[in-house]
């Protein structure tokens, strides 16, 4: 488990994916444009799809579950929204997701040492409003 910690990390820092300016600079596609990190999710997507079907699709049960547990919920529903909307906000202000953020902030990058405590706050609202919307 820290192996694959220690590769995730040294590959979303190789891509400038713990750079802020550089995600600001992927999502500003309206103005100085960088599409270098669309290269480092088309990567990610293709490891991934490869992973899945060439190893998860077959096995009859996971290596340290019982069983899959995947979601079978599809609805669009306000929660959803809600929470999507406040990610791509905190994404797009900060220049951060969650992943890059841990990365970076124990690297000491400076964004970071704001993004992690405002999204461990953001996670510990969600923990306590998120029963007001669960029916």
Known sequence: MLLAGAMFGAGLALSGMT???KVIGFLDVLGNWDPSL???????VGVYAA???GLAA???RPSHAARFDIP??????????????IFGIGWGLG???PGPALVAFGAG???ARWFVPAMVVGMLLERLLRPRFDP
Not at 38 to 44: E, K, P, Q
């Open 51 to 53: 992973a899945y079907h």
């Open 19 to 21: 750079q802020p300016a």
């Open 95 to 97: 220049g951060l997701c």
């Open 38 to 44: 669309a290269f480092v999710m088309l990567g990610a």
């Open 72 to 85: 079978r919920l599809s609805a669009i529903d306000a929660p959803l929204l809600a929470g999507t909307a």
């Open 58 to 60: 077959r096995m009859a």
């Open 109 to 111: 990058i400076g964004a």
